[in-house]
């Protein structure tokens, strides 16, 4: 639960930071504007379900959020004043960044393919492979095996001298 309050802090936040501030269109906010389209997984095109679309407009310090993609990986965001807007994709924990901008003119109703690639999960998959990787190298590491052992070797040693009252004496102190 607490990764998904995180993601959706960060996908606002990169929504706004990565946002071409431009000066507002004179008379623009008499007819708003409209996004719509499809997410898609990128190579096979394949419709996306369960994504959201951020359109951020960083000269407002606005962002609007689309409702969750259904089978045909269809989105929609309306009321849309006239700017350049950021967009951004989160899908499955993730968050992927449009890098161009999209102007929206007054009354204008824009249709896009936004392509998700899922190749950030698959790096993040590696990563963990590697890692336990790592530790499997860390334990055929004879100095670790055998630094494991000995300190097993002592733990034991003292719970069985407690158990059997044959603790180990201590120095006294004259």
């Given at each position: 639960?607490?990764?998904?309050?995180?993601?959706?802090?960060?996908?606002?936040?990169?929504?706004?930071?990565?946002?071409?501030?431009?000066?507002?269109?004179?008379?623009?906010?008499?007819?708003?504007?409209?996004?719509?389209?499809?997410?898609?997984?990128?190579?096979?095109?394949?419709?996306?379900?369960?994504?959201?679309?951020?359109?951020?407009?960083?000269?407002?310090?606005?962002?609007?959020?689309?409702?969750?993609?259904?089978?045909?990986?269809?989105?929609?965001?309306?009321?849309?004043?006239?700017?350049?807007?950021?967009?951004?994709?989160?899908?499955?924990?993730?968050?992927?960044?449009?890098?161009?901008?999209?102007?929206?003119?007054?009354?204008?109703?824009?249709?896009?393919?936004?392509?998700?690639?899922?190749?950030?999960?698959?790096?993040?998959?590696?990563?963990?492979?590697?890692?336990?990787?790592?530790?499997?190298?860390?334990?055929?590491?004879?100095?670790?095996?055998?630094?494991?052992?000995?300190?097993?070797?002592?733990?034991?040693?003292?719970?069985?001298?407690?158990s059997t009252g044959n603790e180990p004496a201590s120095p006294s102190i004259p």
């Amino acid at each position: 639960m607490r990764n998904v309050q995180v993601a959706r802090c960060v996908a606002a936040a990169l929504v706004v930071a990565l946002g071409v501030p431009l000066a507002p269109m004179a008379g623009a906010a008499t007819q708003a504007a409209s996004l719509g389209g499809r997410v898609v997984t990128a190579g096979t095109e394949a419709p996306l379900a369960g994504a959201r679309v951020h359109v951020g407009d960083e000269s407002a310090s606005r962002i609007v959020t689309s409702g969750v993609t259904g089978e045909d990986g269809a989105f929609e965001v309306a009321g849309l004043p006239p700017a350049a807007y950021q967009l951004a994709v989160e899908s499955g924990g993730g968050l992927y960044v449009v890098g161009t901008p999209l102007k929206l003119a007054p009354g204008e109703r824009r249709s896009v393919q936004l392509a998700v690639s899922q190749e950030p999960a698959a790096a993040e998959e590696k990563d963990k492979e590697k890692k336990k990787k790592s530790l499997a190298a860390l334990w055929n590491n004879p100095l670790v095996a055998t630094a494991a052992v000995v300190g097993v070797a002592v733990i034991v040693g003292l719970i069985v001298g407690k158990s059997t009252g044959n603790e180990p004496a201590s120095p006294s102190i004259p």
